[in-house]
């Protein structure tokens, strides 16, 4: 018997989604955009790329996707945030906008634009529970304050770091049950251990 290979969505809202599409592809996954709810209906898992988390929460509720996804992760699909998509899935923002909306299934407490403006954005190798040594670049990120209880810590920016400042010893990537996020954007190094490890994820669901 062939076990045919799970697809994997990107909302194709905005931001980088081309380069989640590629490196899910490397994993060994379908990949495909996802802008529409039958679209999402028929996804095994979905990557919430990095991008403008305010702009995604609008478009989300343009494209009629809002209460969709958030009934999809409710009833457990596999789903992983890098950057303003970890920022889109925890469940309270700080320094967020009032009316940008939350999808929930991350029960952490994120800082957005915690790392600083653009010009501030930030490199480092971080160890990443599950996946290894990973070259980690933060762009106006934000990183986890606070964890639940069902929430696994994956990375820390290293304190020996001169350059981390303020970031040292944040939180930058973690885990819940099948939900994965990280603060950095593994999809431009053409590292693709990261979209791998989620894609083992979905596998397993
Ligand atoms: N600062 C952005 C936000 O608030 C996230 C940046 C990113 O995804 N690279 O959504």
Known sequence: MVIAAPTVGVLALQGDVREHLAALREAGVGAVPVRRES???????????????????????????LEPLRARLASGMPAYGSCAGMILLAGEVLDGRPDQQQLGGLDVVVRRNAFGRQVDSFETDLDVTGVGSVRAVFI?????????AEVEVLATVPRDDPAAGQAAGRVVAVRQGTVLATAFHP???????????????????
């Not at 106006?140 to 639940?148: H, S």
């Open 187 to 205: 999809e431009i190094t053409g590292d693709h251990r990261v979209h791998a490890y989620f894609a083992d994820l979905v596998r397993e669901a």
């Open 140 to 148: 106006r990120a934000p990183w986890v304050e606070k964890v639940g």
């Open 39 to 65: 679209e999402l209906a028929a996804v095994d898992g979905l990557v919430i790329p990095g991008g403008e988390s305010t702009t995604i929460s609008k478009l989300l509720e343009i494209f009629e996707l």
